[in-house]
């Protein structure tokens, strides 16, 4: 079996790329991380304008219809841009999940989110706090096997401490009710099954992107700069560093794509391969984390060099939806199971 | 009315250029290409056109497989139709060669208007747009930092020396060469990208066009005898003083250069 991307995937790929290296470069993301929200002002309208906001609607929503293996590409991208969109949370996650339950919340939902005038945060129960709930409109909140779809309006948020000043963490309170019940019971358990999948999917494609910007800039930084009259990089205390995440980085990058596939086609194998995915993808980001963080000295942790936003990226996604821990322990009771 | 666009694919501004063992060109494989920022702002050019009222944007290319992807993106971007020439004869083609390839389309296409980028981001000959109008018997101007259509002509706006501007009126059909900054050029959208699968792109060779032995690297006049890259320098200026002292001194010397 041939696994690989389209022309199109991939042009979607570097239409979403071209956008996200004009409109969110660092300065944009630094400003962002000052704002109420930590998103970039008239980013999400852009996007919402490129169609990636609408790309998993289905189309009589006003939407594109397409699935998971074409979202992946452009999560990858938006975590090589650290974009502070709940993109990943309202495309990938949250649309998915409304038109597969259907009704009156997808009905009036799935429109705003394809034209850009919604975005959503996810809250699931085993996640302690809930990111841009303040922001979003839409929460999609889990209490035991139900899911709800909850508006704005009916929650109360109280702010938590986060790392990444872009990724704004709430305490949630909220009521379940019949109004904003998606579903219950087993057919809620099954659908909270993939929630949780496509977040973890969706953080690890994230990851691969932030690791493999992550190593861009190392290496700019390694053959940059000169100590002992030579690039830093030419010494093997350094470059062997970077080799590390980078063959790292490159062993996680297939299973997320192949997890993808899993998700869309909701296979057998769904939770061992996203599992492996997320582990693989959580531990290898790290891994490139730390490549940036040694390579380029004291100057990776300040403030005022871009790198510090992208690693507090990588500390966050590798925890949310599920730890590298966490998801070792669910592939290896997959795999004994079955 | 119908707008031709005139696109080439050239390295990508972030490749990183190695000259190849002949020492005439970079080595292409391994970088990415994209479409020649001046072109982008002559396809918003036609796209703007084509918002406004009804009217059928072609964007035409030369170049090997990968220029599809350019082609592909147009398409994706809103224009309507595609001719890509193709052909290993057209390779190694000067300036004038390239003009006669898109002479031939034109003449094929009639187009009201065309547009070209002012210049290419890899060759800066900034030569084909004026030979292509003399080929195909167009009037034309180039550098166009505002473009106004009438019914039956074009008003434009091109930048001279000096940052004076020039205004000239063309009748159609006419030829304009675009500089970069005359509008905001739209991205791709996903939809428009799916669209674009169905639009047509039509593949020609040197021989279609009639141009056989004399276009190609055989006809050109201009050959690459080396490419290198810029020296390093040795100097550099340091700037000493107050911040207003310093500030006062970059001015002069900007003034100085002639940079503003």
């Known amino acids: ?78 975590g090589r841009a650290a974009c502070p969109e709940p993109l990943a949370e309202t495309v990938a996650i949250a ?44 929460l999609i909140l889990q209490r035991g096997d139900a899911l709800h779809a909850v508006p704005a309006s009916s929650v109360k948020t109280a702010a938590r401490d986060s790392v990444d000043g872009a990724r704004r963490l709430y305490a949630v309170e909220w009521t379940p009710s019949a109004d904003t019940l998606l579903a219950d019971g087993d057919t809620g358990h099954a659908l909270g099954n993939r929630v949780a999948n496509r977040a973890a999917l969706a953080a690890a494609a994230q990851l691969v992107g932030l690791g493999s910007e992550l190593i861009r800039l190392t290496v700019e930084y390694a053959k940059g700069r000169v100590q002992f009259g030579q690039p830093i990089g030419a010494f093997q205390a350094v470059k062997h560093h970077i080799a590390n995440a980078y063959t790292q980085l490159e062993l996680a990058r297939p299973t997320v794509y192949w997890a993808s596939n899993s998700v869309a086609k909701n296979t057998d194998s769904i ?12 531990d290898a980001a790290h891994a490139c984390f730390r490549a940036a963080l040694q390579c380029h000295g004291a100057i990776a942790y300040t403030y005022e060099y871009q790198a510090h936003m992208w690693m507090k990226r990588v500390l966050v996604l590798r925890e949310a939806y599920g730890s590298s821990a966490w998801h070792r322990r669910r592939a290896a009771r997959s795999l004994i199971d079955g | 009315m119908k707008i031709m666009v005139c ?25 990415k290409f994209e479409i020649n920022t001046y072109d982008t702002y002559a396809l918003e050019e036609a796209l703007r056109a084509k918002d406004e009222g009804e009217c059928e944007v072609v964007v035409v290319s030369i170049g090997p497989d990968r220029t599809t992807q350019a082609l592909r993106t147009a398409l994706g ?70 473009v106004v259509r009438g019914d039956s002509s074009l008003t434009v706006d091109r930048e001279t020396e000096g940052g004076s501007y020039e205004v000239v009126e063309l009748p159609l059909p006419c ?27 039509d593949v020609k060779s040197v021989a279609d066009l009639g141009l056989s032995g004399s276009v190609g690297a055989g006809a050109a006049k201009v050959k690459i005898e080396k490419i290198a890259p810029p020296p390093k320098g040795d100097t550099a200026e340091l700037l000493e ?20």
């Open chain 1, 1 to 78: 079996m041939r696994f690989g991307f389209s022309e199109d995937q991939k042009l979607f790929q570097a239409t979403l790329a071209e956008l996200l290296t004009d409109e969110c470069h660092h300065e944009a993301l630094a400003a962002a991380w000052e704002t109420d929200a930590g998103w970039v002002p008239g980013l999400w309208e852009k996007l919402a304008a490129m169609g990636v906001t609408g790309m998993s609607v289905p189309e009589e929503h006003g939407g594109i219809g397409l699935d998971d293996t074409d979202l992946v590409l452009l999560l990858e991208e938006a």
């Open chain 2, 241 to 260: 003083g107050s911040t207003d002292e310093v500030v006062a001194g970059l001015v002069t010397k900007i003034k100085e250069l002639g940079l503003l």
């Open chain 2, 77 to 146: 971007m809103g224009a309507d139709r595609a001719v890509h020439i193709k052909d290993e004869e057209a390779d190694g083609s000067d300036a004038l060669g390239l003009a006669k390839l898109l002479a031939a389309v034109a003449k094929e296409e009639s187009p009201d208007t065309i547009f070209t980028g002012f210049m290419s981001d890899d060759d800066n000959f900034a030569a084909v747009p004026p030979m292509l109008a003399e080929l195909v018997g167009l009037p034309h101007t180039t550098a166009a930092v505002k």
């Open chain 1, 271 to 282: 939770d061992l391969d996203v599992s492996t995915a997320k582990a693989l993808a959580s």
């Open chain 2, 175 to 201: 030829l304009v060469s675009v500089q970069t900054g005359i509008n905001q050029v739209r991205y791709a959208s996903l939809k428009g990208i799916m669209a674009a699968k169905k639009k047509p792109l």
């Open chain 2, 7 to 31: 696109l080439k694919q050239v390295p990508h501004q972030d490749a990183r250029l190695d000259i190849d063992s002949a020492g005439t060109w970079i080595q292409e494989s391994n970088i």
């Open chain 1, 95 to 138: 649309t998915p999940l409304l038109a597969e339950v259907g009704g009156a919340h997808a009905d009036t939902w799935l429109p705003k989110i394809a034209g850009g005038e919604a975005r959503a945060a996810i809250g699931l129960e085993r996640e302690r706090f809930v990111a841009d709930a303040a922001a979003a409109d839409l």
